[in-house]
């Protein structure tokens, strides 16, 4: 992948990226759980992969967190389908 390429596709995923954090706290807030923490980075543009921190709760009960890399892919399929 060359630099301009690699540079279309980091450019893409933040786009991404800012529509994706607010759906994924809409997404917990509408099942009753109190959102912590959304955060989103690039991990790598080669396989379109996030690092990502979601952090969610309310309660001791119901209390988790989402932490590591996942595809786009991945979070597109289950925040946005």
Do not use: H, N
């Amino acid at each position: 992948m060359t630099r301009e390429e690699k540079y279309q596709v980091y450019k893409a995923m933040m786009e991404m990226r800012g529509i994706l954090e607010p759906r994924i706290r809409s997404y917990y807030e509408e099942q009753g759980y109190t959102v912590y923490c959304v955060y989103l980075s690039v991990a790598d543009e080669e396989t379109r992969t996030f690092f990502v921190d979601i952090e969610v709760g309310g309660s001791p009960e119901k209390y988790f967190r989402i932490y590591g890399k996942k595809t786009a892919e991945a979070l597109r399929k289950k925040y946005l389908a």
